[in-house]
């Protein structure tokens, strides 16, 4: 604090003789200024005229006393000397503005460095107290450290006592999530394979569907194949009738030809010959067209009948695959829901397995923490107890106490005398002064074995 205090005067003191430097200089300057802007005085011309002497015997009229001439001085020189004073003055004006603005300057630098003079000095005393109060809170770190771990000494027993229980829940806690999680395994494996039956079953169903998809375009390619042919024929049956048509003009022709040179009958006749014949022949290729178109529609037919039967046998080789895949998923749903079924019997049997087993470790750690509980307080109870100056060893009663949640004794009586009043007068004193008892923090425990209960008090046990 001391070192604060004389690093603010110094920085105070340092700011004075700053304050007082500048002064002097803005004086120095504002007289050098005021010497300089002394005006210069004007010249005035004047001329003397001399007069004659005046005898005394010669009167003369008096004359107007003139007056002596005065000169104006020139006006060029006026205003020369005028704008040389204005440029003096200027120039004065300018080299004490310059000499302020250094002055100026000067002081502004050596005031920063007072500033940083000054920030450096706070900035050690802010280390300094910094460091002060950093040790100081080190020390309370320190002094709360060591009264934590006296806290923690004294909370490692009970911590101890209550870390079995806790143990032994935990275990319990991890059984119950290992079950749970053995439950949720069996659960997502369970619709793990139901998602595969359901996709199995998509998949036949898909299958199927493009069994009877092609099916149906073979059965459509068929249908175009057989209207192909059938156009052909049609095409053929028109060509041949056209043919026919030819012909039987042809055979007009030649039988007009053969009307119109009637002169000519052997001409004729073997002109009627060959048409016979040609027409004969027409029938014949007729025929035999209408031979071969209805062998070619049979065939057709017969076709189309294979490829219906063809299309038929897929569609129940489609069918029984559904069955086929159905069956199968259905059983494969079965044997899946069997697993499952099987598996969390097992889970639950598993569980009630563990549930028995913690609450069998509960009820042994009950029965430990209550002996437990019990030897305390007995110790209790034996080193707050005084022996009495007439009392004899190996005397020893039962006692009956009533507690509070916290171990507060609300009542104490003996249930079994030890046959020496003294004595069990100065028991009921020690279970009085040993209040609060050191009972077991486990509520359930406290109200069915603690609230109230009664114990043999031997003092030479222990």
């Given at each position: 604090m001391d070192k604060k205090r004389f690093s603010r005067s110094l920085v105070l003191a340092l700011a004075l003789h700053i304050g007082i430097l500048l002064l002097l200089v803005v004086n120095s300057l504002f007289k050098q200024s005021t010497k300089e802007a002394?005006?210069?005085?004007?010249?005035?011309?004047?001329?003397?005229?001399?007069?004659?002497?005046?005898?005394?015997?010669?009167?003369?009229?008096?004359?107007?006393?003139?007056k002596p001439e005065v000169t104006k001085p020139d006006e060029n020189v006026i205003e020369a000397s005028k704008a040389a004073a204005e440029k003096a003055e200027a120039a004065k004006a300018q080299a004490l503005a310059e000499k302020a603005e250094a002055a100026k300057a000067q002081a502004t630098a050596e005031k920063a460095e007072a500033s940083k003079a000054k920030a450096a000095a706070e900035k050690v005393e802010a280390a300094k107290a910094q460091a002060v109060a950093e040790k100081a809170e080190a020390a309370k770190a320190q002094a709360a450290a060591?009264?934590?771990?006296?806290?923690?000494?004294?909370?490692a027993q009970e911590k101890a006592e209550a870390a079995k229980a806790q143990a032994a829940a935990e275990k319990a806690e991890a059984t119950k999530a290992k079950a749970a999680a053995e439950k949720a395994e069996?659960?997502?494996?369970?619709?793990?394979?139901?998602?595969?039956?359901?996709?199995?079953?998509?998949?036949a169903a898909e299958k199927a569907e493009a069994a009877k998809a092609k099916a149906v375009a073979e059965k459509a390619e068929a249908n175009k194949i057989k209207a192909a042919a059938e156009k052909a024929e049609a095409t053929k049956a028109k060509a041949a009738a056209?043919?026919?048509e030819a012909n039987k003009a042809k055979a007009a022709a030649e039988k007009a030809e053969a009307a119109k040179a009637k002169a000519a009958a052997e001409k004729a006749e073997t002109a009627k010959a060959k048409a016979a014949a040609e027409k004969a022949e027409a029938t014949k290729a007729k025929a035999a067209a209408e031979k071969a178109e209805a062998a070619k529609a049979k065939a057709a037919a017969e076709k189309a009948e294979a490829a219906?039967?063809?299309?038929?046998?897929?569609?129940?080789?489609?069918?029984?695959?559904?069955?086929?895949?159905?069956?199968?998923a259905e059983a494969e749903i079965a044997r899946a829901k069997a697993a499952a079924e099987k598996a969390e019997a097992e889970a639950k049997a598993r569980v009630a397995e563990e549930k028995a087993a913690a609450a069998k470790a509960r009820a042994a750690a009950l029965e430990d923490e209550f002996q437990k509980a019990k030897d305390a307080i007995q110790l209790k109870t034996?080193?707050?107890?005084?022996?009495?100056?007439?009392?004899?060893?190996?005397?020893?009663?039962?006692?009956?106490?009533k507690l509070m949640s916290d171990g507060t004794v609300i009542d104490a009586d003996i249930v079994t005398p030890s046959g020496d009043d003294i004595f069990d007068e100065s028991a009921l004193n020690a279970v009085n002064k040993a209040s609060p008892l050191p009972v077991p923090k486990d509520k359930d425990l406290f109200a069915k074995k603690f609230r109230s209960f009664s114990f043999l008090f031997d003092p030479d046990r222990g």
């Open positions: 002394t005006p210069a005085p004007e010249i005035i011309n004047a001329t003397i005229v001399e007069e004659s002497p005046v005898r005394p015997d010669v009167k003369e009229k008096p004359k107007s006393v003139q060591e009264k934590a771990e006296a806290a923690k000494t004294k909370a069996a659960t997502k494996a369970k619709a793990a394979a139901e998602k595969a039956e359901t996709a199995k079953a998509k998949a056209e043919k026919v219906k039967a063809a299309a038929a046998k897929a569609e129940a080789a489609k069918a029984e695959a559904a069955a086929r895949a159905k069956a199968e034996n080193r707050s107890w005084i022996r009495p100056p007439s009392s004899r060893s190996g005397l020893k009663c039962t006692i009956r106490v």
